[in-house]
């Protein structure tokens, strides 16, 4: 019996003992999952504090955009299309020239007048005829009218710093391939605008221009202010863009901006797309910054003083 009692009072113990045992372990169990919530918790927190962060600054990087115009995955062909815009008052301060002078303003975009091939033929004529030098900053230009091309801080006239050696780098029929180009550029805008085609002038400075993100080391570098091109050059009446790379793919940032009061309006780079517009202040606009890869494009300007008018570039 005590025997019995003994072993039952061991019994009894160690039944206890086993309790006791079980409920710390699950005591410990429980503060270890309440440890596991807490932490998780925080870590929902954290990620959605993190989402929300970039969220806002996705946002923020957006909320100036208030339409895309024309977006690089759409084709805007044959026809330009149009976007009309009240003319400003800018061309009031210059002579009037009947047949090219703005009388309706606005911007169009094209993708039906340089084909990809061409545009990346034209590229491929930027990539070698930069690649003898370039800016220190982000952007370089090379003019092949003036000969002006990037070099460090400066530039130097090309025709001159390099003559005969320019042979090895371009070809007569790359001149050829730019001079038809600006001539079916300078064609669209006089038909888009209701123009006399023979009284509208390629002015300049008209260049190619290759924009990474580096930061800028110069004034020249400087490309993402807002300016108006009339203001800029008084020369200017009708101003063009034709790119020579895709936004997206290429490179990001480097949107086209127009800056109206009632919004900024986008034009996205797609290789071939041709943008033009009057140049005067109804055409406020700016190049976003470039955050990644490079970026290629001609600017092809025009005017209606034949004072101004600039020849074709020619191979030496
Ligand atoms: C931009 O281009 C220049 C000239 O080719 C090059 O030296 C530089 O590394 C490039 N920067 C970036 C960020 O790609
Ligand atoms: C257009 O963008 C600029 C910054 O690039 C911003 O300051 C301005 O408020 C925007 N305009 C409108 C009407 O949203």
Redesign the pocket.
């Given at each position: 019996m005590a025997q019995l009692r003994t072993r039952n009072t061991k019994g009894k113990n160690a039944t206890e003992m086993a309790k006791k045992i079980k409920r710390g372990n699950a005591l410990r169990q429980g503060s270890a999952w309440r440890g596991h919530r807490v932490l998780i918790a925080s870590l929902l927190v954290a990620v959605s504090v993190c989402g929300v962060a970039v969220w806002l600054y996705v946002t923020s990087l957006e909320s100036?955009i208030?339409e895309t115009l024309v977006s690089q995955r759409e084709l805007v062909s044959p026809l330009p299309r149009l976007y009309t815009v009240q003319c400003s008052e800018d061309y009031e301060n210059y002579q009037r020239y009947p047949g090219c002078t703005p009388q309706s303003c606005g911007r169009a975009v094209t993708d039906g007048v340089v084909t990809r091939e061409e545009a990346e033929s034209l590229r491929r004529l930027a990539e070698r005829g930069l690649a003898l030098a370039g800016s220190e900053g982000g952007a370089s230009i090379l003019d092949l009218h003036s000969g002006a091309l990037s070099m460090g801080k400066q530039f130097v006239n090309i025709y001159r710093y390099f003559g005969e050696q320019l042979q090895d780098v371009f070809t007569q029929e790359d001149f050829q391939l730019y001079r038809d180009v600006r001539g079916r550029i300078q064609a669209v805008i006089a038909e888009t605008f209701d123009l006399d085609p023979n009284l509208i002038y390629l002015t300049k400075p008209t260049f190619f221009s290759r924009i990474n993100g580096t930061i800028a080391k110069t004034q020249h570098d400087e490309y993402w202010h807002p300016h108006i091109d009339k203001v800029t050059y008084g020369s200017f009446d009708y101003t063009s863009l034709l790119y020579l790379s895709d936004y997206g793919s290429d490179f990001s940032g480097g949107r086209f901006i127009f800056?109206d009061?009632?919004?900024?309006r986008t034009v996205e780079p797609r290789t071939g797309r041709v943008s033009f517009f009057s140049s005067g202040s109804e055409n406020l606009h700016r190049v976003e910054k470039v955050t990644w890869g490079t970026r290629y494009a001609i600017t092809v300007s025009f005017t209606c003083d034949p004072a101004h008018a600039i020849a074709d570039p020619a191979l030496p």
């Open positions: 100036d208030t800056m009061p009632t919004g900024n």
